[in-house]
């Protein structure tokens, strides 16, 4: 069974950078999409961007668009998620999740594997 773990999560000023990553804990981490979810308190999980598996195509929720960049290394059992000009909207805690299909999809519930989550919080 497919093993996630977040970590990088922390504290940021707004417009200040985080870096989350993701770690598997198998080889066959290059079968699965990725994809990257938050949750703030009170409200629902959501899509923030997804990877393909063999690291072609990326998506992005609109409100991350030309913020956020997603990449894997599959090398490294891992995705990575880098958030640049950070507002206090994003503060969530952030999640990983693997979904054994070709190309990411945007619905938790298509995900099989998740992560425990890691907490970023942007002051104002």
């Known amino acids: 069974q497919l093993q996630l773990v977040e970590s990088g999560g922390g504290y940021v000023q707004t417009g200040g950078s985080l870096r989350v990553s993701c770690a598997a804990s198998e080889p066959t981490f290059g079968r699965y999409s990725m994809g990257w979810f938050r949750q703030a308190p009170g409200k629902e999980r959501e899509f923030v961007a997804g990877?393909?598996?063999?690291?072609?195509?990326?998506s992005y929720a609109d409100s991350v668009k030309g913020r956020f960049i997603i990449s894997r290394d599959n090398a490294k059992n891992t995705v990575y998620l880098q958030m640049n000009d950070l507002k206090p909207e994003d503060t969530a805690v952030y999640y990983c999740?693997?979904?054994?299909?070709?190309?990411?999809?945007?619905?938790?519930?298509?995900?099989?594997?998740w992560g425990q989550g890691t907490q970023a919080t942007v002051s104002s």
């Open positions: 999740a693997a979904d054994e299909t070709i190309v990411p999809r945007t619905t938790p519930e298509a995900y099989d594997y």
């Open positions: 990877i393909s598996r063999r690291n072609v195509e990326t």
